[in-house]
């Protein structure tokens, strides 16, 4: 057991794409952890997924040595969609280092993740990065970060992740500014899993950090929410590499092995204590997030609907932040019903499925959750506009609204105040944080920021505007239901509810695009969008035709007639009972709309 006065647990965090993983590669170097052969770019980052688009997905632990300390390292993700893994990653900690880029200044998460670190009372050590480049304003972002955040420019440190200058200073700063973990040695064991993943051959692999107590190998341990009693078959550290120990004591950060094939007994937030002498009340764990962003995820093979619930039920373990639910649609058989933090995660879910699951997968288009009143007083939550109740049963319908928080140049505040009118933003504040930047925030509703308001934002200020947000409520709005028709039939998986100034461009663009994807048939197919009762747009897909006359040359045209006669009624036949067949391509191309 480690002198808990000589333990520093620590985060990193910063937006997204301010050196937080180029930062703890350095750190690793400088610590010894890794030998320089060994040594590779985004060390910490263990997903192929997270190597090939250069972002951290998961929160990941590491034990360093750094003079007479032993520190628990923890690298975070920056994105907006990943916060949950950033707050269960504060929990274990007693500081955090922020990082800001010398070149752009604060941004919309630095702000987000600083205040989540003082929401957890840890001590902040804040550190302009990256200043080898040539363009870099090191003095300019420290007068920043005290003038938004608070934090005393002379205390910032001046350090760049890329070549190392200044990160021994960090690391000594940390060591004397954030305190040791506090904790009873002797007192009953209560340990916090903030973290696992599920290995097909050990179980369920808990990352811990230890609060009271102690826990030792081979230690009957109880799971307090869960309710489960199991075995510490291996306890240890991460160093990267991990390495087996006898015991961990309070302010250790480490991981279990105990044989936990139930992944539902081992979810973060879970307390686990001694089976023989058990802590009387639980630790405080997490609070469930809120899915945001919802869509159906099916099997493109209807056999591979048993995998993908344990897919989904496995990779839950590691990222408890999605919901799911059995659903199944007329035009794609059985899947599931799955809640987001927002379009990147689920985009991550998506591909993590298909890689690390081996599935074929259709995502249908991304939707919110709508609140409706109904005539008789009750209220329903709809996330699948399927769902909707008949517009005879509904009084109104309430949709949910952002607050969005922008920071970027001066020059693009135009373009952008248009791009979040656009998307019906109500523009609450703008404040010049220096001449060269200035901070805007819109409330919006959330169905318009879902699809590419993210990627708009991008593209209007050449990709240095950063964007923050949190929900804010539900406001009653004038929505409406669009269904698609194709041969009179609903189609529910491209059904869509839109703001009802939005409802017949929509309709139009739908109806275009499903006529030159869906195949011809042997008989007109036509593909409408309703409100309600009342079309609003309409395309026709015409009928292949065989040229059954061909072979009548000369004689008594009524011969002609007859047959031509004989095919229209097989085909009116065969169009009131015949299915019209949307292949995968076609959907998922459909469903990409705004491309």
Same mark, same amino acid.
């Given at each position: 057991?480690?002198?808990?006065?000589?333990?520093?647990?620590?985060?990193?965090?910063?937006?997204?794409?301010?050196?937080?993983?180029?930062?703890?590669?350095?750190?690793?170097?400088?610590?010894?952890?890794?030998?320089?052969?060994?040594?590779?770019?985004?060390?910490?980052?263990?997903?192929?997924?997270?190597?090939?688009?250069?972002?951290?997905?998961?929160?990941?632990?590491?034990?360093?040595?750094?003079?007479?300390?032993?520190?628990?390292?923890?690298?975070?993700?920056?994105?907006?969609?990943?916060?949950?893994?950033?707050?269960?990653?504060?929990?274990?900690?007693?500081?955090?280092?922020?990082?800001?880029?010398?070149?752009?200044?604060?941004?919309?998460?630095?702000?987000?993740?600083?205040?989540?670190?003082?929401?957890?009372?840890?001590?902040?050590?804040?550190?302009?990065?990256?200043?080898?480049?040539?363009?870099?304003?090191?003095?300019?972002?420290?007068?920043?970060?005290?003038?938004?955040?608070?934090?005393?420019?002379?205390?910032?440190?001046?350090?760049?992740?890329?070549?190392?200058?200044?990160?021994?200073?960090?690391?000594?700063?940390?060591?004397?500014?954030?305190?040791?973990?506090?904790?009873?040695?002797?007192?009953?064991?209560?340990?916090?899993?903030?973290?696992?993943?599920?290995?097909?051959?050990?179980?369920?692999?808990?990352?811990?950090?230890?609060?009271?107590?102690?826990?030792?190998?081979?230690?009957?341990?109880?799971?307090?929410?869960?309710?489960?009693?199991?075995?510490?078959?291996?306890? *240890?550290?991460?160093? &990267?590499? %991990?390495?087996?120990?006898?015991? !961990?004591? /309070?302010? @250790?950060?480490?991981?279990?092995? =105990?044989?936990?094939?139930?992944?539902?007994?081992?979810?973060?937030?879970?307390?686990?204590?001694?089976?023989?002498?058990?802590?009387?009340?639980?630790?405080? *764990?997490?609070?469930? &997030?809120? %899915?945001?962003?919802?869509?159906? !995820?099916? /099997?493109? @093979?209807?056999?591979?609907?048993? =995998?993908?619930?344990?897919?989904?039920?496995?990779?839950?373990?590691?990222?408890?932040?999605?919901?799911?639910?059995?659903?199944?649609?007329?035009?794609?058989?059985?899947?599931?019903?799955?809640?987001?933090?927002?379009?990147?995660?689920?985009?991550?879910?998506?591909?993590?499925?298909?890689?690390?699951?081996?599935?074929?997968?259709?995502?249908?288009?991304?939707?919110?959750?709508?609140?409706?009143?109904?005539?008789?007083?009750?209220?329903?939550?709809?996330?699948?506009?399927?769902?909707?109740?008949?517009?005879?049963?509904?009084?109104?319908?309430?949709?949910?609204?952002?607050?969005?928080?922008?920071?970027?140049?001066?020059?693009?505040?135009?373009?952008?105040?248009?791009?979040?009118?656009?998307?019906?933003?109500?523009?609450?504040?703008?404040?010049?944080?220096?001449?060269?930047?200035?901070?805007?925030?819109?409330?919006?509703?959330?169905?318009?920021?879902?699809?590419?308001?993210?990627?708009?934002?991008?593209?209007?200020?050449?990709?240095?505007?950063?964007?923050?947000?949190?929900?804010?409520?539900?406001?009653?709005?004038?929505?409406?239901?669009?269904?698609?028709?194709?041969?009179?039939?609903?189609?529910?998986?491209?059904?869509?509810?839109?703001?009802?100034?939005?409802?017949?461009?929509?309709?139009?663009?739908?109806?275009?695009?499903?006529?030159?994807?869906?195949?011809?048939?042997?008989?007109?197919?036509?593909?409408?969008?309703?409100?309600?009762?009342?079309?609003?747009?309409?395309?026709?897909?015409?009928?292949?035709?065989?040229?059954?006359?061909?072979?009548?040359?000369?004689?008594?045209?009524?011969?002609?007639?007859?047959?031509?006669?004989?095919?229209?009624?097989?085909?009116?036949?065969?169009?009131?009972?015949?299915?019209?067949?949307?292949?995968?391509?076609?959907?998922?191309?459909?469903?990409?709309?705004?491309?």
């Amino acid at each position: 057991m480690i002198d808990p006065s000589r333990i520093r647990n620590l985060s990193i965090i910063s937006h997204i794409d301010h050196g937080k993983t180029t930062l703890s590669d350095r750190i690793l170097e400088l610590t010894g952890a890794v030998d320089a052969r060994d040594m590779r770019a985004q060390y910490l980052d263990s997903m192929d997924l997270e190597r090939e688009r250069g972002i951290t997905i998961k929160a990941q632990n590491v034990r360093l040595r750094w003079k007479d300390f032993v520190i628990h390292l923890i690298d975070t993700p920056g994105h907006v969609d990943f916060g949950y893994e950033v707050s269960r990653s504060l929990a274990a900690c007693e500081g955090a280092i922020l990082l800001v880029d010398a070149t752009q200044g604060i941004e919309a998460q630095t702000l987000a993740t600083c205040y989540q670190a003082m929401e957890h009372d840890l001590e902040i050590v804040a550190a302009v990065n990256k200043i080898d480049l040539a363009w870099a304003e090191p003095d300019r972002v420290a007068a920043e970060i005290e003038k938004v955040l608070g934090i005393d420019a002379s205390t910032v440190l001046r350090i760049s992740g890329k070549t190392g200058e200044g990160v021994p200073e960090l690391l000594d700063a940390a060591m004397a500014r954030i305190p040791a973990p506090k904790g009873d040695p002797d007192a009953p064991l209560r340990a916090l899993i903030f973290d696992s993943y599920y290995d097909q051959y050990r179980g369920v692999v808990s990352a811990i950090r230890v609060m009271d107590g102690r826990i030792t190998t081979g230690a009957k341990l109880r799971f307090m929410q869960a309710g489960a009693s199991h075995d510490a078959d291996e306890i *240890g550290a991460r160093t &990267p590499v %991990p390495v087996p120990l006898a015991d !961990l004591g /309070p302010g @250790e950060v480490g991981y279990l092995v =105990a044989g936990v094939k139930d992944v539902g007994e081992a979810r973060s937030g879970e307390t686990v204590t001694l089976a023989g002498r058990p802590a009387t009340e639980a630790l405080v *764990g997490y609070h469930d &997030p809120k %899915p945001m962003v919802f869509c159906g !995820l099916y /099997p493109v @093979e209807g056999d591979d609907f048993g =995998a993908l619930r344990d897919a989904l039920e496995k990779l839950r373990l590691n990222d408890s932040s999605y919901t799911y639910q059995p659903e199944s649609s007329g035009v794609l058989g059985f899947g599931f019903r799955c809640g987001f933090l927002g379009l990147l995660h689920m985009e991550i879910v998506r591909e993590r499925l298909e890689r690390e699951f081996d599935l074929a997968l259709i995502a249908t288009a991304p939707s919110v959750e709508y609140l409706a009143h109904l005539t008789n007083g009750n209220v329903v939550e709809v996330d699948n506009p399927s769902e909707m109740p008949p517009p005879n049963q509904v009084d109104f319908i309430e949709e949910p609204i952002f607050v969005a928080t922008l920071l970027l140049p001066t020059p693009y505040t135009g373009t952008v105040m248009e791009l979040c009118q656009n998307r019906r933003g109500e523009l609450q504040k703008l404040e010049y944080l220096s001449p060269e930047r200035v901070e805007l925030i819109y409330r919006i509703p959330l169905a318009e920021v879902v699809i590419d308001f993210f990627d708009q934002l991008k593209s209007r200020t050449k990709g240095y505007a950063s964007l923050d947000y949190e929900l804010s409520g539900y406001e009653r709005s004038e929505l409406v239901k669009v269904d698609i028709l194709l041969n009179s039939v609903p189609a529910d998986a491209f059904s869509a509810i839109l703001h009802r100034s939005k409802a017949d461009e929509y309709g139009r663009k739908m109806t275009e695009k499903l006529k030159e994807l869906i195949p011809r048939q042997q008989y007109d197919v036509p593909i409408q969008a309703a409100l309600g009762s009342r079309i609003i747009a309409r395309t026709t897909v015409k009928a292949m035709r065989k040229d059954v006359i061909a072979k009548c040359y000369g004689g008594d045209i009524t011969r002609k007639h007859k047959l031509l006669d004989k095919q229209k009624e097989g085909k009116k036949r065969m169009k009131s009972i015949g299915r019209v067949e949307v292949p995968q391509e076609a959907f998922v191309s459909a469903l990409k709309l705004d491309d």
